[in-house]
């Protein structure tokens, strides 16, 4: 196989086949996002933007914007052969979903779907943190994150019925959040609104997975599409041991960073960075389950 046939067969195809990720594109997917994590944090640095917990909760709308938006494409149905929730329920919201469904902006593609649309809404996180930080309007930050995300919410809102099932994931989060929180104190170490977070967001991306997986019945079927949390839920038959697992995982790791020798803005930037790799894909999984896409 030549350069593209790789290229292609790795990471083209897995995008527009919705086949999920295979060992080849989420090892280099991690790799590039490491290093663009360190070049971020030097140029964040070198601009002094205060990397302190108003930072943190400041990026969060963002995340949870590319989520949504994540899942409003999902809502599109493209390819083909799954159903354009947009076109089908095109009276919906006045007639919004027919014209959002017309002008096929949420079309099913590289840049909307996954690492595009989290590669897009990363870079939009940054620029943006740059700009509101020169200007010297930091509180704007997450005002802009909410303008954005509104919308996307509101296209998906009359989609949205399965509240048992989310109230379940929320329970399940917030069980696992008790226990990280627990061995936190026992460990001595501090569990400020930062490191819950952590917690909470792997708990929550643990949970979505088990009852998206395994207990839905809404008439979607859903299956991972990560490479170790598919694995885990193979070996032990449930995806409820990815649940175990990010629990235990979030909280080891929030008790590593901060036993640490780094600096508290080094700490924080870790932490900020284990926060988005939970909730934007536990956020994506309750939205996509909520709405049955």
Request: charged share 15%; glycine share 8%; aromatic share 14%.
């Amino acid at each position: 196989m030549d350069f593209w046939g790789v290229i292609d067969a790795y990471f083209i195809r897995p995008v527009y086949d919705r086949t999920g990720y295979n060992i080849i594109n989420t090892l280099v997917y991690a790799a590039i996002a490491l290093f663009f994590a360190f070049i971020f944090f030097k140029i964040l640095k070198r601009e002094k933007v205060k990397i302190d917990e108003k930072f943190v909760l400041r990026v969060i709308p963002f995340i949870l914007l590319g989520s949504a938006v994540r899942v409003v494409t999902d809502a599109t149905g493209v390819p083909p052969d799954i159903p354009n929730q947009f076109l089908q329920n095109s009276s919906a919201l006045f007639g919004l979903y027919g014209y959002v469904g017309g002008l096929h902006i949420y079309d099913y593609s590289f840049l909307t779907a996954t690492p595009g649309i989290y590669i897009f809404i990363g870079a939009l996180t940054f620029l943006s943190i740059i700009f509101f930080n020169r200007v010297r309007r930091m509180n704007l930050l997450p005002v802009l994150a909410v303008v954005l995300l509104l919308p996307q919410l509101i296209l998906l809102l009359p989609l949205m019925k399965y509240w048992l099932y989310f109230m379940l994931i929320v329970l399940l989060s917030l069980v696992g959040l008790l226990a990280g929180k627990l061995f936190l104190e026992k460990m001595k170490v501090g569990t400020g609104m930062v490191q819950l977070l952590v917690v909470l967001s792997h708990s929550l991306d643990g949970a979505a997975s088990y009852v998206a997986i395994n207990l839905f019945m809404g008439g979607t079927a859903y299956f991972e599409q990560h490479v170790v949390s598919s694995a885990l839920g193979a070996i032990f038959g449930t995806m409820f041991a990815f649940y175990v697992v990010k629990v235990l995982f979030s909280s080891i790791a929030v008790w590593i960073v901060e036993t640490s020798d780094d600096k508290r803005d080094e700490k924080n930037y870790i932490l900020l960075l284990l926060i988005i790799f939970g909730l934007a894909p536990g956020v994506r999984d309750i939205l996509r389950l909520l709405a049955g896409v």
